[in-house]
């Protein structure tokens, strides 16, 4: 069974740093491709960023340049480093697995497990 | 950047009504679209990709179609854990964006 574990949120002022993570289990994370989503109060959803198994990192513009997607093979964790953070990043981050559909749908991506998600609040 | 949206933003339905849900990106995305379930304090659950197919362990009350730029969520006969906000993906692009969500609600 896939489950995946945010921690890390919490309250920080405009211009500081925060690191969450996203602990995996049932599935090992340099072998599959990991995504941060996030949903602010009141808004929808909003894709932040993508690992793929082979390393290769992608970012909204949002966060491009702030925010940076890591991962621990070893510990089956992913990580998103952000700095400079805003009020604008202010919600509840997800992290999610992305799977790939098969035969011509091998570039299709779709989240199909989620972690519980962490709150992140970036107020003075 | 390709647009989703959604229409409606919000529907009032009642239990054994069947509800349809639409959402249009801004150009031609072939079948290439995610749909969401997402209930307040959850995680958002999948229930639906590449268009029309059902993601495992979905009822088969949840169905999906369309291509190119128009698509449709439908619930054939609402039950009590259907009321949520739904929410289309598309996943055309390395953009991975969301439709603004549509919120089922209680009649």
């Known amino acids: 069974e896939v489950q995946l574990v945010e921690s890390g949120g919490g309250l920080v002022q405009p211009g500081g740093s925060l690191r969450l993570s996203c602990a995996a289990s049932?599935?090992?994370?340099?072998?599959?491709?990991m995504t941060w989503v996030r949903q602010a109060p009141g808004k929808g959803l909003e894709w932040v960023s993508m690992?793929?198994?082979?390393?290769?990192?992608l970012y909204a513009d949002s966060v491009r340049g702030r925010f940076t997607i890591s991962r621990d093979n070893s510990e089956d964790t992913v990580y998103l480093q952000m700095n400079t953070l805003r009020r604008e990043d202010t919600a509840v981050y997800y992290c999610?697995?992305?799977?790939?559909?098969?035969?011509?749908?091998?570039?299709?991506?779709?989240?199909?497990?989620w972690g519980q998600g962490t709150l992140v609040t970036v107020s003075s | 950047d390709i647009q989703m949206t959604q229409s409606p933003s919000s529907l009032s339905a009642s239990v054994g009504d069947r509800v349809t849900i639409t959402c249009r990106a801004g150009?031609?995305?072939?079948?290439?679209v995610n749909w969401y379930q997402k209930k307040p304090g959850k995680a958002p659950n999948l229930l639906i990709f590449?268009?029309?197919t059902l993601q495992s362990g979905v009822p088969s009350r949840f169905s999906g179609s369309g291509y190119g730029t128009d698509f449709t969520l439908t619930i054939s006969s609402l039950q009590p854990e259907d009321f949520a906000t739904y929410f289309c993906?598309?996943?055309?692009?390395?953009?991975?964006?969301f439709g603004p969500g549509t919120k089922v609600e209680v009649q």
């Open positions: 999610a697995r992305a799977s790939y559909g098969s035969g011509s749908y091998f570039n299709l991506y779709y989240f199909d497990h």
């Open positions: 049932g599935i090992s994370v340099s072998q599959t491709y």
């Open positions: 690992m793929y198994s082979g390393g290769r990192k």
């Open positions: 150009q031609s995305i072939r079948d290439y």
């Open positions: 590449a268009a029309s």
């Open positions: 993906q598309e996943t055309y692009d390395n953009l991975w964006t």
